[in-house]
């Protein structure tokens, strides 16, 4: 399973972290490369009952592939109109789109992309 978590905010990491222990093929994509640029650099550490370490791929939103089987939305919304044109044109119809966005205030765009 390609998994790609949009947003390199403490929670979209964390949730990438836990479903990189289940499924290696976790990618992180960012609008703004400066996040990225620090996560590939170093590793992320998470702490919780059990501490572990991770690594990430990281790439920009324009790096989007095709073939991510779910794509989980953490980035803020004010992105979105850059976001969800490029995950329209690239990503294929059986890939599911998962937000975790504060609101919904984007809901025309989104339900015309």
């Not at 990491?13 to 990189?20: C, E, G, I, M, R």
């Not at 996560?39 to 073939?67: G, H, W």
């Amino acid at each position: 399973m390609k998994i790609a978590i949009i947003g390199a905010t403490g929670k979209g990491l964390t949730v990438a972290a836990y479903l990189q222990k289940i499924y290696p093929d976790v990618t992180i994509l960012d609008v703004p490369m400066e996040p990225l640029e620090q996560i590939q650099s170093r590793r992320v550490t998470i702490y919780s009952s059990t501490t572990f370490l991770t690594n990430f791929v990281v790439k920009p939103i324009e790096s989007c592939a095709s073939d991510y089987d779910f794509v989980f939305l953490f980035v803020h919304p004010f992105y979105n109109k850059n976001i969800l044109p490029i995950l329209k044109s690239t990503l294929h119809e059986s890939c599911f789109i998962v937000s975790f966005q504060e609101n919904l205030s984007d809901w025309e765009l989104i339900q015309s992309s």
